[in-house]
């Protein structure tokens, strides 16, 4: 990267620099549909062009420290723009855009040496557009792993029904990953309440088989250990007639078919015998 004709361009792109900015600021803004804005764009990839020319004019290679502060800077671009939305291919045509810049700007004559430069300036940069993207993808991976993450803790809420009954009302299908949650949190709420009473209500599950049952046990065994009692509420006809079919035996745990029925069966072994002067 030491060769004069890289030296001449990068002269000529800090000569222009303004320029190129103005130039790449509009090509990205044209591509954005407005979801950012120009003064926006210019903060973002000032920056990453004075941070190539000062890797370029230090002669350092690809891979060295030079271009560190260039990926770095990159490497942020890319997080802001997975969470802003953008896809890949708009967000490496970024950095993609800078030689259309770079020409327009006149930075590069028609001189056969400073056409060689180009094309190797045009390999770095392709090197860095391609860096934009992986880094895109794993951010926007990360993303989207966070946003499941949050999904699944917002659908296994446990809920506290009367003083020492909670209820985890479940909907839809219940798996290895989200029955540790239901057991994480129902174990800290048992513990935060000190409850000793617990309905796992399956009203909203679709289906029960056999995996579906060893998860609910699992989670009642959890339970118990923390010294609560569990109730299985929500058993519908088709569902009851699917466990009896699947030979599936949920021993001593109480099992009701509706919440509202263990409701009543928890607030009688809690010990409350009337509510609103009706008898439990």
């Given at each position: ?26 090509t ?8 950012i804005?120009?003064?926006e ?11 190539v020319?000062a ?80 880094t895109?993808?794993e ?32 909907v839809?299908?219940?798996?290895s ?15 935060d ?88």
């Amino acid at each position: 990267m030491t060769e004069p004709g890289i030296q001449r361009i990068t002269e000529a792109i800090q000569q222009r620099r303004a320029e190129v900015v103005a130039n790449w600021v509009a090509t990205v803004a044209g591509s954005s549909r407005g979801r950012i804005t120009e003064s926006e764009l210019t903060a973002e990839l000032s920056p990453i062009l004075d941070a190539v020319i000062a890797a370029l004019t230090s002669g350092a290679q690809r891979s060295g420290e030079a271009f560190g502060e260039v990926r770095a800077l990159l490497a942020e671009l890319s997080r802001s723009r997975a969470r802003q939305g953008f896809s890949p291919t708009e967000t490496a045509t970024s950095v993609f855009a800078l030689k259309q810049a770079i020409l327009d700007a006149g930075a590069s004559s028609t001189d056969p040496e400073n056409l060689l430069a180009y094309l190797e300036l045009s390999r770095v940069l392709d090197d860095l557009a391609l860096f934009t993207f992986e880094t895109y993808a794993e951010a926007r991976d990360r993303i989207i792993t966070e946003q499941a993450e949050e999904m699944l803790e917002l659908s296994t809420p446990v809920v506290k029904l009367w003083d020492g009954i909670v209820a985890v009302p479940l909907v839809g299908t219940l798996d290895s990953a989200r029955t540790q949650v239901v057991t994480e949190k129902l174990l800290q709420t048992l513990v935060d309440t000190g409850s000793e009473h617990a309905i796992i209500d399956i009203t909203g599950v679709p289906a029960v088989d056999t995996q579906v049952a060893q998860h609910l046990l699992k989670t009642v065994v959890a339970a118990r250990l923390m010294g609560a009692d569990c109730i299985i509420s929500g058993i519908r006809p088709q569902i009851a007639q699917t466990i009896v079919a699947l030979g599936i035996e949920f021993g001593d745990i109480a099992t009701k078919a509706s919440l509202a029925d263990a409701l009543v069966l928890a607030l009688r072994k809690s010990g409350v015998t009337s509510l609103d002067n009706q008898v439990v």
